[in-house]
């Protein structure tokens, strides 16, 4: 499934085309898609084919094409604050992605079926926490993930205010999947090879809209043929932040504040010193003898600059263009500006690393 739109050369063109394509209609969600880089998320003899419009399979690895999870964050109106269930988490990329918009306060959960692919979203997911800058520039709901059949939850599991389900749902399970909703809540499966948007709108009450077709693989329905019981799936509880984490969260919200302040004063409100962006240089070809011919045109010769004189004027030029090219063109990289302000505070290194969660330079 995929192909909606065109390769990418990086993780930003990705999101260009997908945005340009309507896929991608949501600043929080173009945020959150720039952020995490779908490469990181791919075993390191396939990230050529990241940035594609596909999906990827590896084993029990799997990712959905970039298209379809744009369309699932979309569906899901994603706020900050509110509690998520991801049916089939599988890597972690898309539930990484939900906890940046949910921020500190809010609740994300994911169950998967098979155990290697648990441990390989916890590893995704320290990666990211311990290395990507990105990682400072939002407060993040970290997700939690357990292992287990998604249709043995446990009945006595609190409601979500927002769920996705990995896999295609029969229509027998339908109603199991609306029950874990709250009143307000939204839904999105792919039901029926429709990737299906549903809203609960009161006790008993759904709102349904079909979004796109799709084609997912079925989910795996619970084997009691070993014990003839069912292996109850519990889900983790919705844990307290401790007063000294809240506090972090506090002290780093107040030096994003402090540092915006700063950029917005260097800068005038921004609009100073806008970034200046290399030009792609266009070479420049001679057309002869040019033939209208019932609104087509034709050239008889397209000469290179190469094919004549011309050719060595524009080397000249080339090279002179590179010669003279202001070192400001050139991309500065990266600063991450949160972590050279807490560096730089007068406090004990232990408290001044536990604000930076311990990351990586």
Known sequence: MGGA?????????????????????TELVEQAFR????????????????????AWKH????????????????????QPGLSFLNLGSGTGYLSSMVGLIL??????????????VIEYAKQKLDFFIKTSDSFDKFEFCEPSFVTGN????????????????????????????????KVGGILVMPLEEKLTKITRTGPSAWETKKILAVSFAPLIQPNHADSGKSRLVHLPPVAVRSLQDLARIAI?????????QETMSKNGN?????PRFKRRRVRRRRMETIVFLDKEVFASRISNPSDDNNGEELEDERREEEETK??????????????????????????KYYLLYYREK
């Open 35 to 54: 952020a995490i880089d779908r490469a990181d998320y791919y075993l390191e003899e396939f990230k050529d084919n990241a940035y594609k419009d596909l």
């Open 59 to 78: 084993g029990n690895i799997h990712l959905s094409a970039p298209c379809i999870y744009s369309e699932v964050m979309e569906a899901l109106d994603l």
């Open 270 to 274: 921004g609009l100073k010193n806008p």
């Open 103 to 116: 921020g500190p306060f809010g609740v994300n959960h994911g169950v998967e079926l098979h155990s290697d």
């Open 252 to 260: 780093r919200g107040t030096i994003k504040k402090i540092i915006h």
């Open 150 to 181: 998604c249709l043995e939850i446990s009945p006595d599991c609190t409601q979500y205010d927002r769920v996705y389900c990995g896999a295609g749902v029969q229509k027998e399970h339908e109603d199991y999947m609306k029950n874990l909703l």
């Open 5 to 25: 739109v065109s390769a990418g050369e990086d993780n930003d063109e990705l999101i260009d085309n997908l945005k340009e394509a309507q896929y991608i209609r």
């Open 326 to 351: 202001p070192s400001e063109l050139k991309p500065d990289p990266p600063v991450n500006f949160l972590r050279e302000k807490v560096l730089s505070l007068p406090l004990p290194d232990p408290l």
